[in-house]
């Protein structure tokens, strides 16, 4: 079993930043492309950013320029830095994770149980 076990969110400041983690444990045989998702009272999912096993990102609109998507493969992590924080940022954040755990098998996309995070004075 692989896990996806986010940190990192709680209150931050308009303005402020704050960053959150993901770590992935397990049967892990590689990871392909890990990303962070959120989603808002009463709307959907969406994606926030992306990043592939090679280092390639991929931003939302909404947060390109203020937030920004790293990993480090040794420790199966992905962080995702966010600066200039709006209240319009408040939401439960997803990590999500391509993983192969085994080579006789095709990859399966896991995400994390969600972290809650407020953006408020």
């Known amino acids: 079993q692989v896990q996806l076990v986010e940190s990192g969110g709680g209150l931050g400041q308009p303005g402020g930043s704050l960053r959150l983690s993901c770590a992935a444990s397990?049967?892990?045989?590689?990871?392909?492309?890990m990303g962070w998702y959120r989603q808002a009272p009463g709307k959907q999912r969406e994606l926030v950013a992306g990043?592939?096993?090679?280092?390639?990102?991929n931003y939302a609109d909404s947060v390109n320029g203020r937030f920004n998507i790293f990993r480090d493969n040794a420790k199966n992590t992905v962080y995702l830095q966010r600066n200039s924080l709006k209240p319009e940022d408040t939401a439960v954040y997803y990590c999500?994770?391509?993983?192969?755990?085994?080579?006789?098998?095709?990859?399966?996309?896991?995400w994390g149980q969600g972290t809650l995070v407020t953006v408020s004075s």
């Open positions: 999500n994770a391509d993983v192969l755990q085994h080579s006789w098998s095709s990859s399966n996309t896991l």
């Open positions: 990043i592939t096993s090679g280092g390639s990102t």
């Open positions: 397990g049967n892990i045989l590689r990871i392909y492309t």
